[in-house]
Nanobody, 126 residues
């Protein structure tokens, strides 16, 4: 089992950048595939980005491709989401999520994830 805590959210102007962090507890963190999911008040939770256990495979939603970068540091039990060229439509609560790497290589749908953090709010003003 793994516990997840997100940080780094905040208020930023359109065109700006933020870096989200996710701290994971548990000795087997490196065995989990990780992802970022977001939810805005007017939408269901949607997939943003995913990364496999080693960091060698990543996947992105079309809406963030080229602007967001997911990465991980297994030595520090951390996952990151670098968000550049932010748009007002990126406003949402961002969740860090995990699924055992033996189940999937990279999880690109919300329903695949087993463990979730509480989320961090990102607000992009126009």
């Amino acid at each position: 089992q793994v516990q997840l805590v997100e940080s780094g959210g905040g208020l930023v102007q359109a065109g700006g950048s933020l870096r989200l962090s996710c701290a994971a507890s548990g000795r087997t963190f490196s065995s989990y595939a990780m992802g970022w999911i977001r939810q805005s008040p007017w939408k269901e939770r949607e997939f943003v980005a995913a990364i496999n256990w080693s960091g060698g495979i990543t996947s992105y939603a079309d809406s963030v491709k080229g602007r967001f970068t997911i990465s991980r540091d297994n030595a520090k039990n951390m996952v990151y989401l670098q968000m550049n060229s932010l748009k007002p439509e990126d406003t949402a609560v961002y969740y860090c999520a995990a699924v055992p790497g033996g189940v999937v290589v990279v999880a690109t749908t919300v329903s695949e994830y087993d463990y979730w953090g509480l989320g961090t709010q990102v607000t992009v003003s126009s």
